[in-house]
């Protein structure tokens, strides 16, 4: 029996971290611009901010067996991945210069697998609530190809002041 065995690299910039000076919007809009670098785990795992407006961010994600998990399909961790980050950046488009936010809870729903050949994956995510200290949010993964809901989930997120 021959094994191939397969090889992925790939490379990254230093993160890019907000300093507080822009706001949630201007910082997503300034890195999906290439003026800000992408966190380094977008390039880990294949996915890219596309779209960001306030309340509103979107992200596509490409599948491929090196996402798949012992039983050969795209791992759950992926699908949490791919919400949890349009989640936060959803909020993060409704947040003022000089404040952050990081996740306190994460819900997902996983509604079927995904596989290699799934193709692109696009998690759509909204602003439910954002207050002074805490925000809601909501998404939806679907396969661009077929139209089909992958995962669905929430997250709550709690909001402070970026030190300086």
């Known amino acids: 029996m021959t094994t191939t065995i397969n090889s992925r690299t790939h490379s990254w910039l230093p993160p890019t971290p907000p300093t507080g000076e822009l706001s949630g919007l201007e910082f997503l809009r300034a890195l999906m611009d290439g003026e ?5 785990i977008a390039g ?8 960001v407006e306030p309340g509103k961010a979107v ?9 798949y ?17 349009a989640l936060g950046c959803a909020v993060m488009t409704r947040l ?3 404040f952050g936010y990081t996740t ?3 819900g997902v729903h996983m509604t079927r697998p995904a596989f290699a050949h799934t193709g692109t994956l696009r998690c759509e995510a909204n602003t439910v609530h954002v207050g002074r200290t805490t925000a809601t949010a909501e998404a939806r ?4 190809n077929d139209g089909k809901l992958y995962a669905h989930g929430t997250t709550a997120c709690a909001i402070f002041p970026i030190a300086p």
């Not at 880990?44 to 779209?51: E, K, S």
């Not at 992200?59 to 996402?67: C, D, I, K, R, S």
């Open 36 to 40: 800000i670098a992408p966190p380094p």
């Open 44 to 51: 880990t795992l294949g996915f890219t901010l596309v779209h």
């Open 59 to 67: 992200f596509e994600g490409e599948t491929g067996e090196h996402l």
């Open 69 to 85: 998990n012992p039983l050969g399909s795209i791992h759950g961790g992926y699908y949490a991945t791919l919400l949890d980050s």
């Open 96 to 98: 003022t210069a000089g």
């Open 104 to 106: 306190t809870q994460l």
């Open 141 to 144: 993964l679907v396969g661009v």
